[in-house]
């Protein structure tokens, strides 16, 4: 893949660059597009409400990268936190935010690209937009860019909606959900697009079943704060696996057509049904915090779906999530029909597309013994990381599409209320099963499955 450069001066603002996300993702994704040679001028501005002096912000800018990379070019590093700086203030003050357009005066000069970056929770967004909007109005050079969630509930979404159409700000507002970041996951729309064979295969008269499964060894731990109040289902669900279902099933339009595409995800996603859910909270899960948590809060989901349309109405689509599992597993099953001649104790063909730990694709064929034979040749480990030297990171990739004003993989308006509908309905019907530390599932979710004849694929057994 070619190298697309971004020219002229950037002016990127994180509001919420105290936090943990900008530690861990934000700060490094930054350091990577400049180290890499995307970025030719760039300016960093940390917008948060905690007291930083101008050198302890730089510190901890640096830190973040030393933590994040092994290897380093320290005058790439020195020379882009020369234009790190720090800007303390309330986001539902209006003073701050007219201190904030001087400082940029002072230190920005002419520039392209003006991008906010929210890394807030939610009940922030509105306010921060209304105040960014009376510095900047109608600006053509500003972008915001907004992290999942969009908004806590249904209502909040469609309350952000409302105020980004009223503002004008519709076609410069990125809705950033990381997982449409990440190569391997951006390979299934590639894949489909570019290998008829590959295509093919993904046909709702062939298909018995699809599974989605992102599942992980990991407790919630000290994010119990935050999680308590979210739990798996939004966490996981609103947004990460119906955009995994939406690039797998969506229908591809013969030209390319950004918009055109988006629509088509749009639809698929107001077309997914709920069938029957399942909900799960790891035992101990209040035991490990001085914390008060909610003995309510799921850390386990599992859904059958049903897609209302033509072509996958009736082929079940299982999802599933959950922490504390006994494994690490982020995937997506496809089980084909069998002949209906066929000797029912044969396995089925499959198609497994690994999102993580090994990024590939497999295909499962019967071989002359009755046994499975796995065929990875089809799709090498390679082709679903990276087309440059050194990968992205998800936030740095979606960084660059933003700043490329690429929107083929940020969701829109309609696909996070749609997401949200699906979700709440869900919640709605809400029942807590409890499970050990280091179970494959519970005893509910496999009977999801085991009621059509199936059960669910945990790679490497």
């Not at 990991?218 to 990460?240: I, K």
């Not at 044969?346 to 993580?356: F, V």
């Not at 694709?361 to 799709?379: A, Q, R, T």
Request: proline residues 3%; charged residues 30%.
């Amino acid at each position: 893949m070619k190298k697309t450069k971004v020219s002229g001066k950037i002016i990127f603002t994180i509001f919420g660059a105290s936090g943990d996300l900008a530690d861990l993702k934000l700060f490094p994704a930054i350091f990577e597009l400049v180290n890499q040679g995307y970025l030719e001028d760039i300016i960093v501005i940390g917008f948060a409400r905690s007291e930083y002096s101008q050198e302890e912000f730089r510190e901890k800018f640096r830190k973040s990268i030393l933590d994040a990379k092994s290897e380093i070019d320290e005058d790439v590093l020195e020379n882009l936190i020369q234009n790190v700086h720090y800007h303390q203030g309330k986001y539902s003050e209006a003073r701050p935010y007219k201190d904030y357009a001087d400082l940029v005066q002072e230190i920005g000069g002419e520039y392209e690209q003006e991008i906010f970056h929210f890394s807030v929770p939610p009940s922030s967004y509105e306010e921060i937009i209304r105040n960014v909007y009376e510095i900047r109005e109608n600006d053509s050079r500003v972008k915001y860019m907004i992290e999942k969630p969009f908004g806590e509930d249904l209502e909040s979404a469609k309350a952000l909606e409302f105020q980004i159409k009223r503002l004008g700000l519709k076609d410069v507002v990125y809705l950033i959900d990381h997982y449409l970041g990440k190569n391997a996951v951006r390979s299934i729309l590639s894949l489909r697009k570019n290998n008829r064979v590959f295509n093919m295969l993904l046909k709702g008269h062939e298909i018995s079943n699809i599974q989605i499964s992102a599942l992980e060894k990991l407790l919630v731990e000290s994010r119990l704060n935050y999680y308590d109040n979210v739990g798996a289902t939004r966490d996981m669900f609103q947004s990460h696996l119906l955009q995994l279902l939406s690039l797998l099933l969506v229908e591809i339009p013969v030209v390319e057509d950004e918009s055109l595409l988006l629509k088509h995800k749009e639809n698929l996603i107001d077309s997914v049904i709920l069938k029957k859910s399942v909900f799960g909270q790891y035992e101990g899960y209040c035991e490990r915090d001085k914390f008060q948590c909610s003995p309510f809060t799921d850390t386990l989901f599992a859904f059958e779906l049903q897609i209302n349309n033509d072509e996958w109405f009736d082929t079940p689509v299982y999802v599933r999530s959950g922490k504390g599992m006994n494994r690490k597993q982020t995937s997506v099953v496809i089980e084909f029909k069998k002949y209906a001649h066929q000797d029912e104790k044969l396995p089925p063909n499959k198609m497994i597309i690994e999102i993580a730990p090994n990024p590939c694709v497999k295909l499962f064929f019967v071989n002359e013994s009755g046994y499975e034979s796995e065929i990875n040749s089809l799709v090498t480990k390679e082709s679903l990381s990276c087309g440059v030297d050194e990968c992205l990171s998800s936030h740095a990739v979606l960084f660059l599409d933003c700043l490329l004003e690429k929107k083929e993989f940020f969701v829109s308006f309609k696909q996070a209320v749609a997401s949200w509908e699906i979700t709440e309905e869900a919640l709605n019907n809400k029942v807590i099963e409890h499970y050990p530390i280091g179970s494959s599932n519970v005893e509910s979710s496999d009977k999801l499955l085991e009621e059509k004849g199936f059960k669910w694929i945990n790679l490497n057994d």
